[in-house]
């Protein structure tokens, strides 16, 4: 069992109107993954985390597109007195490790490097790595690192 596959339950059934199975399911995802996975975040199709989405949190009304690698240690998060949260594209690979915080924007066909601290719109089409995440090269295409 992944950390995905218990998502995709629990948001089925909160999209349901059941109203405690999603929750137990959260803390059951929190007790195998130590993980923040809330049912109420919005995860689009052949999503996957790596290895199993161990240690990763999601802010609950995150908005991650198709397609997408998430790594280990990730956080995708918000700031305080900020309401808006991150809103990932499709086919986005999120390295080990990153930090994506605030209102943030990342464009479709994304890298981003591992530990790299995301706290700007990200474009298409480009590879971000650092603290604070610089664009370090453009124009790429994730399919074209299917080796990732």
Known sequence: ?????????????????????PKVIYYLEFLIFNSSLPYKCQIGKDTKFAYGGIATVIHERAVIGNNCLIGQGVTIGGKSKQYEVPRIG???YISAGARIIGNVKIGNNVIVGAN???????????????????????????????DL
């Open 116 to 146: 790299a601290v995301v706290t700007k719109n990200v474009p298409d089409n480009c590879i971000v790595a650092g603290i604070p995440a610089t664009i370090i090269r453009e124009n790429i295409q994730v399919s074209d690192y299917e």
């Open 1 to 21: 069992m992944n950390l995905i596959n218990l998502h995709r339950i629990a948001h089925a059934l909160y999209l349901k109107k059941i109203p405690i199975l």
């Open 90 to 92: 499709d086919y986005v």
